[in-house]
C-alpha cells in the first residue's frame, strides 16, 4: 500500500539555524498538509497545500515557516530561524480528491538546542 | 468553531476486556470523522471513518465506532482488547466537501494490563 514517506526520522539543530523537513506524499493525492505535535500534546494544523499554494495556514505558521513543493514528489516545510519551542514532532500527510481521509509520513522529530 | 474533545487522558484496561474510547465534536452540522491510532514514534494510522449513512462504521483491528448525532459523539469501541492496543488514540473531525484541515482531540493514552 502506497504510503506517505517523511526524512530525516530525528533532526537535531541550533537556535536560530534553519531546518527544512522533507515528505513524498502518496503519488496520486492532491492535498498536502503539515502538522506538528508537541511532546505530550495534541496534533496542531500548521498548513494545507492544494494546486501549488498554500489554501489554509494556522496562527502557528507565522513568517518563520514556509512550505514548497520544488517538484512533482517531494513537499517541504522549512524554518528559516528555530526556536526551541519549535521542537516537536512533525506530521506531514496527503489525501486524495473527494472524501478522503488524512494519511500520515511517521513524523520527523525535531529537537532544537 | 469546530472543537474536539476527548475526555479522558488516560485509560487503562486488561487485556480480553471491552473498551470505549469517547469523543465529543462541536460543529454546525455534521462533520466527516475519523479515529487514528498512533503508536510510539511512529505515524498516525487511520482505524476507520464516518462520513454518512450506517452509524455504525467498523475500523481496522477490529475496532468499530458509532455516530450519534444527538449526542454529537463518535465513540470507538472494541469488544476485547490485546496488549498490541496499547497506543495513543485520537478522534478527528473535517467539514465535508473541502480539502482544509482536520481537527484533533487531545488524544487518549491507553494502556493495557496483562
Known amino acids: 500500500e502506497p504510503e506517505v514517506t517523511q526524512t530525516p526520522s530525528h533532526q537535531v539543530t541550533q537556535m536560530g539555524q534553519e531546518v527544512i523537513l522533507r515528505c513524498v506524499p502518496i503519488?496520486?493525492?492532491?492535498?498536502f498538509y503539515w502538522y506538528r505535535q508537541i511532546l505530550g500534546q495534541k496534533v496542531e494544523f500548521l498548513v494545507s497545500?492544494?494546486?501549488?499554494?498554500?489554501?489554509?495556514k494556522s496562527e502557528i505558521f507565522d513568517d518563520q515557516f514556509s512550505v514548497e513543493r520544488p517538484d512533482g514528489s517531494n513537499f517541504t516545510l522549512k524554518i528559516r530561524s528555530t526556536k526551541l519551542e519549535d521542537s516537536a514532532m512533525y506530521f506531514c500527510?496527503?489525501?486524495?480528491?473527494?472524501?478522503?481521509?488524512?494519511?500520515f509520513g511517521n513524523g520527523t522529530r525535531l529537537t532544537v538546542t | 468553531a469546530q472543537s474536539v474533545t476527548q475526555p479522558d487522558i488516560h485509560i487503562t484496561v486488561s487485556e480480553g476486556a471491552s473498551l470505549e474510547l469517547r469523543c465529543n465534536y462541536s460543529?454546525?452540522?455534521?462533520?466527516?470523522l475519523f479515529w487514528y491510532v498512533q503508536s510510539p514514534g511512529q505515524g498516525l494510522q487511520l482505524l476507520l471513518k464516518?462520513?454518512?449513512?450506517?452509524?455504525l462504521v467498523q475500523g481496522i483491528k477490529g475496532f468499530e465506532a458509532e455516530f450519534k448525532r444527538s449526542q454529537s459523539s463518535f465513540n470507538l469501541r472494541k469488544p476485547s482488547v490485546h496488549w498490541s492496543d496499547a497506543a495513543e488514540y485520537f478522534c478527528a473531525v473535517s467539514r465535508p466537501n473541502t480539502g482544509n484541515q482536520f481537527y484533533f482531540g487531545t488524544g487518549t493514552s491507553l494502556t493495557v494490563i496483562p
Open positions: 500527510a496527503s489525501r486524495g480528491q473527494g472524501d478522503s481521509p488524512l494519511h
Open positions: 503519488s496520486n493525492h492532491l492535498y
Open positions: 460543529y454546525g452540522a455534521t462533520p466527516y
Open positions: 497545500f492544494y494546486n501549488n499554494e498554500i489554501s489554509e
Open positions: 464516518y462520513f454518512s449513512g450506517d452509524t
